[in-house]
């Protein structure tokens, strides 16, 4: 995780996953805060992509180029995983691809192949899991979109 200070619902989160513990946000109002606490304070702007629990989401942190990112990836997904062929077997490090929603997205897995072949899978860059068979998963090697940093961040 980040680390990066953000702003929902009038508290902030660390951007640590494990971390429930929360804080009011700084408040540029109140003349009792000092400098350093305001240099440290920065507010980010995030789109939440899925809530895991009440205390607990995943977002994409909003950045000027954040659009063209994700619509690059999309795009080079799209054309380079419907040539790939479905795994036999996964391993805990590898990045794959899965339809979700009739679209290609990164995923890893969380667990290892159950009797009837599925797996959990984590996408990267929303924060939502499912389950999948095997059949419906590619490996991604290309850098293109290995090389993308995870667009999810725990929060």
């Known amino acids: 995780s980040s680390g990066i ?13 494990n971390n429930h513990q929360r804080n009011r946000t700084y408040n540029p109002n109140n003349s009792r805060s000092n400098t350093t606490e305001q240099q440290a304070m920065q507010q980010i702007r995030i789109m939440v992509t899925f809530v895991e629990t009440a205390c607990e989401l995943w977002g994409q942190v909003l950045t000027p180029d954040m659009v063209d990112i994700h619509a690059q990836l999309e795009s080079d997904l799209n054309m380079l995983c419907p040539k790939l062929e479905p795994v036999t077997h996964v391993a805990r490090t590898a990045v794959y691809a899965t339809l979700w929603d009739r679209t290609w997205s990164r995923c890893i897995t969380c ?8 797996v959990e899978v984590l996408y990267v860059d929303f924060g939502n899991r499912a389950r999948k068979s095997l059949s419906e998963l590619v490996l991604l090697r290309n850098p293109r979109v290995t090389d993308v940093p995870y667009l999810a961040c725990p929060f």
């Open 111 to 118: 667990s290892t192949p159950d009797p009837e072949g599925k």
């Open 5 to 17: 200070n953000a702003e929902y619902g009038g508290y902030q989160s660390n951007g640590y996953h």
